[in-house]
Structures are given as C-alpha cells and as structure tokens.
C-alpha cells in the first residue's frame, strides 16, 4: 500500500484520514509469474553479423542459447524480426557448422509458443512483420538438417494447438489463437512448404512431416489457393506410387489432394492432376489397393483414389483410355458379375458393405464419364459392361436371391439403370443382344404391380420415392427414353412389336388417376418421361400413330384439362403440359382418325384455351398444332366456334397476340396500328457503319427474336388456312392489323432481298445490270405492296371514323328525344297535378249545373205564383223547391267542415258532394 494524500471535508478542510491507494500483484495473490528482464538485442544482432574467422563458433552458439533462453516463455512482437534475422544467420551456418542445430532448433520451437504483446493493438501493428517471420521461416526448409525441417514442420503444427500452459508474463499478454494461423495464411507459408517437397524425395521421413503439416494447412481457403499456387497437386499425384513402407504417404497424399478439390480452386487443381504422369502413378496406386489391400483403411483409400479418378475422367477421358487405366477400371466395374480369368481380380474381395458399396457405385460413375468418348465404346463392349449392369434389373424379392442387402441392391439398382441410360445408346448392338427391351418392360410390369415391397428412398436416385416403387419405374423409363432418342429404327420397331405403346398408354393413365387430387412431383415426372418416350415412338415410325388410337387420345385430353395455375407451382406441370403438347404434334397429327377424334373430343378448345393463357415458352408450340391442325377443314369451325374470357374470340386472340409480338419486336406501327415504313414494313434494323467487314449476315443484321417470329409465321399460316370470310369478333382495328399479317410473306421475302442487297454492299460485289434491275423492281414491287396495305388501312379507319360519327350522332338525336319526352312527360305531370287541386270544385260545378238543367224542365215548374229559377247562383248557391238559399259554404254535417278534404269527403259519403239535399227535394216532390 502506499500513501498518496489526504481526503478534504466537505468544508475544504482536510480530514486526518490518509487516503491509500492498494496495489494487487499477481504474487498477492499466490499466481506464477515472470518477470521479462531486458536484453540488447541490437548488440547480439551486430555481433551474429561478424563473420566466423574472428570470433569463436562457441561465442556464437553461446549467444544464440542465450537468446533461447531468454524468451523460453514466448516472443514479444516486437522483438520478433530481430529474433528472426539472428535465427536467419545462424541457419544458415549450419551446413558447415552442426553445433548451430540445436540451439537453432530451440529458437524455431519457441516460435510455436503465443507471441507477447503489450497492448491490444500489437497484433494489428505487427501483422505484417509476423507473416513476413512466417515467410523467412518456410524458406529456412532449405537447411540441410533432417532436425532443422522437422521442428519447422512440428512448430507449424503448434499454431493449431490451443494448448500452451504459460506463466503470467508481467506486462505482456499471450496472444490470441487465431493470431498465428491467420498471419501463416497471409505469409503463404503454406506456399513454401509445398516447393520444400522437391529437397525431401530421399527422406520419407522429412516428406510425411510435410505432408502431416500440409494435412493441416489444407483445411483452410487461403492455404488451398496457396499450395494451388505452388502446383501441390501435381506434386502430390505424380509421386502416388512412389515407395512407401510406412504406409502413409499414399493415405495424406489423398487426403489433402481431396481437400484441395473441395476448399481449393478445383478447376486449376483437375489441370494439375489431368497429365499422363498424374495418372500412370494413380493407376498403379488403385491396381495394388484392389489386389492387396486387406484392411479397412486401405479400402477406404481405395474409394478415395476412385474419387480423384472420376474428377479425372469427368474432364478428360481420352487420357484414363490411352493409359490403359480405362481397361482395369472396366475389368474391375464389372467383377464380379462378369467371370474372367484376368489376374487383377483373382484375389480382389468384394465385401458386401459399405465400402464394397460406395465402390461399385464409384466404378459406376467412372463408366459413365468413359462413355462420354466415342473412343471408349470398344472397351466397354470388350468389358460385357450392358450384360453387368442388367444383372441388377430384375425385381427385388424377399427373402433376398441376391447377395446385397435389400438396402443396398436397391441403390445400387437404381445407379445401375442410370448408368445404362449413359451407356446403352453407345451400345446398341450389345443392349438388343441382351435383350434390353425385353427385360425393361417385363421390370415395368413389376414397378406397377403389387407384391408388398416399397422402396426406401436412400440413396440419390431414391429421392422422393420412399414407401413405393416410383424409383425403379422412373429410372426405367429414363432408360426407355434414351434409347428411343437414338431414334434406331430396329430397336423402336423391336419396343412397339413387344406392346410398349399399350403398356405406357395403361401406366400413363394409372399414374394420372394416382395423381388426381394431389401434386406429386415424381409422377409428373414419369409422366412426361411417357409422353416424351410415345412421341419419339410416332416420329420415328407414322405408323405407330394408328397403336396410339382413341386411348392415347383420351389421356392427352384429360392432360390438357389441367388447372392453368398449376403450370407455375414448379413441380413439374409446366414441363408435363409441354410434353403433352409435343405428343399432340407427335403422335395425333397426320393421323386422320387421330385428329378427328382429338376435335370431337374438343381438343382444339382446350389448346386455345391454353394459348389464353399467353405463356410465353408454350405459345409456340400452340400456335404450331393449330396451324397443322387448321389442315384439317373440320378444324375451321371449331376455332370460329371458341369463346374466351369476356366472350373473346379465336381470331381476335390471335391478332392480339401479333400485336404483342410486334410490340416486343419495336416494330413501328401508328396508334392504330398501320404500316409507317413501307419500305421496311417488318421493322429490321441494320447496322450503319460502313465499315464492316464481310462476315454472316447474323453478324451485322440485329436479328429480333427466333421465336417470336416463329409465332408470327404460324399466326399468318393459322389466317392464310381458316380464310378471311365470317371471322367473329373482329373489330375495325383488328382488321387493320389483319391486312399487313394476309401480306406477312411478302413482307418477309422482300426482307430477304434487302437483307442480300445489304451483303452485296458490305462486300462490295457489283451486281450484272440485269440482277441490279431486278433487285430494284422487286424492291419496288414490294414498297408497292406496302403502300397497298398502308391505301387499305387508311380507308378502313376512315370508314370506321365515319362509322363512329353517325353513330355518336344517332346515340345524340336518341338523346334529345329522350329529353323532349321526359319534358312532355313532366308538363302532363303539372298540368295533372293542378287538375287535381280544383277536382272537387269543378265537380261541384258541374252537379250544380246538372242540378240546375234538370230542375228547369216543365214538369218541375210549379204553377202561377211560384218563381222560375233559371239562373243559376255559383257554386256556393243550393236550391230547393225553386227557393233560394245563399249559405256561404257546405254545410258541415255533410263533407266534416270548411277545410275537410274533398277526397276525405267523398269517402265519408255515399253521394258526391252536396247534390244530396238536392236529390232528395227533387224526390219529395215526385
């Protein structure tokens, strides 16, 4: 503790407490620790300078001993390149000196221990002089000492060792584990210790400490690019089959090759290994594991030699063939399901397990990559290569007739059919002589029955598949597929004789009943792979189309039935609705009876109700079928008959989709669309830089789109066969666009002799005068032709404007009528109105009149005496007995007052107003 001043109160005074300030040591608290004592490393450096002659060899060991000993707890950074320039020194004194082995050795070891640093930020302020003492510390591999090499190798490995059990230095801190092996990286030690082979190749044991510490190095990124760059893998795979007693430098040799491949730059690491050495001394390695390797390990590295063979052959074949290393591998592919008397498998032992495995299936593998040459085709003949893999096509029954497990037979079934899918189009001759068709469909037959096996969906060709046989039947009608793509006429003829036709027809229609309802991604796929196999069927023979018949059609209609939003769900529909598509063009057209049922059964609505949809990958195949369809004259009526969406109809759908096409083609076109260039009515584009070169025209004419102008060629087919005559739905405008697509093949040709007269000029060819004519009378025929058409869609608008214009003037004249007779209307309506307000009085009016006629008459009249009343008084005025009374309203007691209603007053009383007193006078008279 020590004494540092007093406290003050809180009044300024200061109080008589001392204020003491504790320190804790790291010895307080009963830890180890060291104190570093300071050394003049610049006086030892300029005395390591001085050459020998002067001073004694002792002085210098002594010293260097002495420095070993100084930082046997770890090296600060800063001191480090001064520790390294004296390591550099004395090193290389070595070779006429061998008293500097071991001091120099201890000096190397120390540097695997963690650096010191003073502050946090050491290892970032000497990052750059670390990696540069990493560097200096691989390139000291060229010391001639067997220790020397070692302790580097053994220090190396120290980087990626956590465990370093250090006093507590005072004032330094170790530093982090990641430090060094990130400073090795950037150093490119990784680098120098591959070069550092070539000093070791009669010192197997320098060489496996350098290979065990390039094991190390090669888990990384940065070390992999690093030993890339050193050509490691060539090194590494050209001395494979060197002498080795130890056993291990073929297993490291492997391991960190298959590192290189998986963190490394794998295409720079394939160059390096695919030479005739790398593979000579791979091929050795492989032939003595397969015929002496016994132990576990040495079959594990017997898969791994095959992994490095197959990266081979996927890049070069011809040099595995040349070598002689494809014959062994065929030999060794096909044992032992092919007896042979061949040496190399006498004493070769299959295990059934997993090894024995992952072996044949890399052998499987390595097959297909060989089949990729033409050249190998032979080899694989000679090997029976087809008569070994269709020795697993053959169903899987329990208990087991063969000896694999179910597990594994089963993965290696479905790898066996893959392969054959590669291999059998190579080999024709040798698949019919097997009897492939044969065996293919019986092993169909099979995958749809039902005896209780399922598959368990393991391994790679499995996936998806568990719990069924949809496994074996998709990789069957994979290989089904390839072989009927070679389009071999001997083999089609052979598959539709054995009722391949049929039997796919009744599993497509199986597998689609199975999938209703639900969207199973394997059954879309075996689908399609039906249709695409039907369809090469009916390509390569017409006649098969008649096998097809009204089944086949009835499974493709019910197929073009499908919801259209499955299409984009990405399982598998959009490609199931193409191969349907391609099997309507296939195997229904240029059949009569075919086509007739395909349109009775509304096929042709269905088809347009897809080209509705406007996808755009689908659309030329559509619009393909419809055109060879339109071929047929019941076709016509079908499309004129179709309704869309809002009642659309067919011809207005596809004109629309021209318009869309010339649109993405930026074909210039008015607001209505007419022709604007009628001396380019298509809208090409060519370059103008005078100086081009003569090449293809492809090369300086801007080509527009291949398929949307295939789509424009099929919708002018479409038109030019269905005719112009009585197409519903077409408004003024589409017969606008109608006009330039009836001229499309003119257009067109005349774009062929515009683009001819384009490469006329760029190659600078004088035409004869009579090809310069005719060249310009067709260019003026055709501008001719354009103007025709531009003539044609000017009046066709100008009609229609007239149109518009009487129209609007008829829909105006029906306006005003309208308006006059709702006026009228409402005129009436007042005038009933104020009608209606007076009724009672004018009826009042009237009856009095009556009243007043009727009692006028002569019988009525009373005799001398009595007054005559032949006036009449108004309408308030009642008489009676020819006396008069004036009262000034009706009385109440009849209508309910003065104000009463006079429709409340008619319901009230049985007679009309007051014409009751009169009537009664009149009859009490009588």
Not at 597 to 621: C, H, I, P, R, Y
Request: hydrophobic share 40%; glycine share 6%; proline share 4%.
């Amino acid at each position: 503790m020590a004494l540092t001043g007093r406290r003050s109160s809180g009044h300024g005074k200061q109080s008589g407490r001392p204020l003491m300030k504790v320190v804790v040591t790291d010895a307080d608290l009963d830890q180890e620790s060291v104190q570093l004592k300071p050394l003049d490393l610049d006086r030892i450096v300029k005395f390591f300078d001085v050459p020998l002659p002067k001073i004694s060899i002792e002085r210098h060991v002594r010293n260097l001993k002495k420095v070993a000993k100084h930082y046997s707890n770890g090296i600060p950074l800063k001191d480090l390149p001064d520790v390294m320039k004296i390591l550099q020194i004395c090193a290389a004194r070595i070779e006429d000196n061998t008293d500097f082995i071991d001091p120099v050795c201890q000096v190397i070891k120390l540097l695997g221990l963690p650096f010191l640093k003073e502050k946090m930020s050491d290892e970032v302020r000497y990052a750059e002089t670390t990696a540069k003492s990493f560097y200096h510390l691989g390139y000291l591999m060229r010391v001639p000492s067997t220790r020397v090499r070692m302790q580097i190798c053994s220090t190396v490995m120290d980087f990626y060792s956590a465990e370093h059990q250090m006093p507590q230095i005072i004032g330094f801190q170790p530093t982090s584990n990641s430090y060094k092996i990130q400073t090795a990286e950037m150093s490119g030690l990784a680098e120098t210790l591959v070069s550092s082979l070539t000093l070791m190749e009669n010192n197997i044991q320098e060489k496996l400490s350098v290979l065990r510490t390039l094991e190390l190095l090669s888990l990384t990124n940065e070390n992999c690019m690093s030993m890339a760059r050193a050509q490691a893998a060539y090194s590494l795979c050209s001395h494979l089959s060197d002498p080795d007693p130890s056993g291990q430098l073929l297993f490291l040799s492997s391991g960190i090759l298959l590192n290189l491949l998986d963190l490394g730059p794998k295409d720079d690491v394939i160059i390096q290994m695919n030479n005739i050495e790398c593979i000579c001394a791979l091929r050795v390695s492989v032939v003595r594991l397969f015929t002496n390797g016994y132990k576990d390990q040495d079959r594990q590295l017997r898969n791994d030699l095959l992994v490095l063979t197959t990266v081979i052959a996927e890049n070069n074949q011809s040099l595995i063939i040349d070598s002689g290393f494809a014959r062994q591998l065929i030999l060794f592919a096909t044992f032992p399901e092919i007896k042979s008397r061949n040496p190399l498998v006498r004493n070769v032992q299959l295990l059934h397990n997993r090894e024995g495995l992952q072996m044949k299936r890399l052998l499987m593998n390595i097959l297909v990559e060989l089949s990729k040459d033409w050249s190998s085709a032979q080899l694989l003949s000679d090997g029976k290569v087809i008569s070994a893999l269709f020795t697993y096509v053959k169903p899987i029954e329990k208990p087991e007739t063969h000896e694999w497990p179910t597990l594994y037979f089963e993965e290696l079934q479905l790898q066996a059919m893959s392969t054959l899918s590669s291999v059998a189009p190579r080999l024709v001759e040798d698949y019919m002589a097997a009897e492939g068709n044969k065996r293919i469909l019986q092993f169909l037959n099979w995958c749809c029955s039902q005896d209780g096996f399922v598959g368990n969906g393991n391994s790679f060709y499995g996936t998806g598949c568990r719990g069924s046989k949809n496994a074996q039947m998709r990789q069957s009608l994979k290989l089904l597929q390839s072989m009927v793509s070679i389009q071999d006429i001997t083999l089609n003829m052979d598959l539709c004789d054995q009722g391949a036709v049929r039997q796919l027809l009744g599993i497509l229609k199986k597998t689609n009943t199975r999938g209703e309802g639900k969207d199973d991604a394997v059954l879309l796929e075996i689908q399609s792979d039906i249709l695409s196999i039907l369809s090469s069927l009916c390509d390569a023979d017409p006649d098969v189309r008649d096998l097809f018949g009204s089944e086949g059609v009835d499974v493709i209609v019910q197929l073009l039935r499908m919801d259209p939003t499955k299409i984009y769900s990405g399982l598998g529909h959009s490609k199931l609705i193409l191969s349907t598509l391609t099997c309507v063009c296939s195997c229904i057209i240029g059949c009569s009876a075919a086509e007739d049922d395909f349109l009775a059964k509304q096929g042709v609505f269905l088809l347009l109700d897809l080209l509705a949809v406007n996808w755009e990958s689908m659309n030329t195949v559509l619009l393909t079928i419809l055109g060879e369809l339109c071929d047929n004259p019941k076709t016509r009526s079908h499309i004129n008959t179709w309704r869309g969406k809002d009642l659309q109809t067919a011809p207005h759908m596809l004109v629309q989709l021209w318009k869309q096409m010339e649109e993405e083609l930026g074909i210039p076109r008015d607001e209505y669309g007419r022709i604007i260039d009628v001396k380019n009515p298509l809208g090409r584009k060519l370059k103008k830089d005078p100086e081009v070169s003569p090449t293809p025209p492809n090369s300086f004419i801007q080509v527009p789109s291949e398929v949307e102008e295939k789509n424009k060629d099929n919708i002018y087919s479409i038109f030019s066969k269905i005719g112009l005559k009585k197409l519903p739905g077409l408004s003024t405008l589409d017969f606008v666009t109608l006009s330039a697509i009836i001229k499309h093949l003119d257009f067109k040709v005349a774009d062929v002799w515009r683009e001819t007269g384009r490469e006329i000029e760029t190659e600078n060819i004088r035409p004869l005068k009579h090809d310069k004519d005719d060249m310009k009378f067709l260019k003026k025929r055709t501008e001719n032709v354009a103007k025709l058409v531009r003539a044609q869609q000017y009046k066709m608008i100008e009609e229609h404007q007239k149109m518009e214009l009487l129209e609007e003037q008829q829909r105006y004249a029906a306006i005003k009528a309208n308006i006059r007779q709702r006026e009228k209307a409402q005129i009436s309506w007042d005038n009933f109105i104020a009608r209606t307000s007076n009724y009672e009085a004018l009826k009042k009016e009237k009856q009095l009149k009556e009243d007043i006629l009727e009692i006028s008459r002569p019988e009525y009249m009373p005799l001398k005496g009595i007054y005559h009343a032949t006036e009449v008084y108004g309408p308030n005025t009642t008489v009676s007995c020819c006396r008069v009374f004036h009262v000034e309203s009706t009385p109440s007691n009849l209508t309910g007052g003065p104000l009463a209603d006079t429709y409340l007053a008619r319901k009230r009383l049985p007679i009309r107003g007051g014409a009751l007193q009169k009537i009664r006078g009149r009859k009490s008279l009588k």
